[in-house]
């Protein structure tokens, strides 16, 4: 019964530090009466559990006119460009991403004809210079097959993430303190339990936050670029033989393109077949035995 006075002091602390904060204080200390009665709690604990909760309300109310506070919004934007020639394209846009602070995320790149390529690139930058940037991206290109651009506003998230932060951050410093008249091991243990997932929460809180304040801080630009598509599939300045040589390519690869899908139809209707003759041959005995049940 030594430690009785302290756990019921970290129980208030849980309480207190729940899901709703502090707006409902008062249902969860008539919970809390109902579970421990308040005459096998020491007059001291009683004391000690009503200054918390009182400290605990005045810092967590809010100030009498809190200043307005920024709006957190993540910028994206999605871009579909033709450009001139990728070498000198690429070499340009990294010029210009590095001078507004940016950096490249990801870059793809494969060729779709024998004179054509196409690909990705995914780009990060300081969102001041985000349209700056798009309409240097668009101006480079030769046409702007496609454009969009959004914005999800994280504001709510972000504020609230940050009082719930600085409220368990402040229930952490109440345990440290707790932990250091705790005398009992029975006592200590509960504190550091207590500790220990207030701090695995706060953890998870300042991930989130970081991660939040990274898409706030840099907008993203993916870009799906291709060069001009040269009219016959990039046919000019070819030989005779050479084609020959790809309308032989062209139509073996087109013989390949037809076995596969006869392949695949063979292979996907095996079950069906198997299950047709199994049903036939089944109707076929049921059918047998009912002629020879009619004739006998």
Not at 65 to 82: D, F, G, H, S, Y
Not at 135 to 155: F, H, M, Q, T, Y
Not at 250 to 270: K, M, N, P
Request: charged share 30%; proline share 4%; with cysteine.
């Amino acid at each position: 019964m030594k430690s009785f006075p302290l756990l019921t002091l970290i129980l208030t602390i849980c309480l207190l530090a729940g899901c709703g904060m502090f707006d409902s204080s008062s249902e969860r200390t008539a919970d809390f009466q109902e579970d421990y009665p308040q005459e096998n709690a020491s007059p001291r604990a009683a004391k000690a559990a009503g200054m918390l909760a009182s400290d605990a309300a005045a810092e967590t109310a809010p100030p009498p006119t809190a200043p307005a506070q920024r709006r957190m919004i993540i910028k994206t934007a999605n871009l579909a460009l033709e450009i001139e020639s990728y070498d000198p394209w690429m070499t340009l846009v990294k010029e210009r991403v590095e001078h507004f602070d940016g950096f490249i995320i990801s870059s793809s790149t494969r060729q779709v004809y024998k004179n054509a390529r196409r690909g990705k690139l995914t780009l990060r930058v300081p969102q001041p210079r985000f349209e700056e940037l798009l309409e240097v991206l668009k101006a480079s290109a030769v046409k702007v097959s496609g454009e969009n651009i959004s914005g999800r506003d994280v504001s709510e998230e972000f504020f609230d993430l940050e009082a719930r932060l600085a409220n368990q951050k402040r229930t952490e410093k109440r345990f440290q303190e707790i932990l250091k008249s705790a005398k009992t091991v029975e006592d200590i243990l509960a504190v550091e339990r207590e500790l220990s997932r207030v701090r695995e929460q706060i953890e998870r809180m300042e991930g989130r936050r970081r991660f939040l304040q990274d898409r706030v801080s840099l907008s993203t630009i993916d870009v799906d670029w291709h060069e001009p598509y040269p009219l016959g599939g990039g046919s000019q300045g070819k030989t005779l033989w050479d084609k020959i040589a790809e309308g032989f390519e062209r139509g073996f690869e087109g013989f390949a393109d037809v076995l596969q899908s006869l392949i695949t139809f063979v292979i996907s209707t095996i079950p069906v077949a198997i299950f047709l003759a199994l049903l036939i041959w089944a109707l076929q005995r049921l059918r047998r035995w009912w002629r020879g049940r009619a004739t006998s």
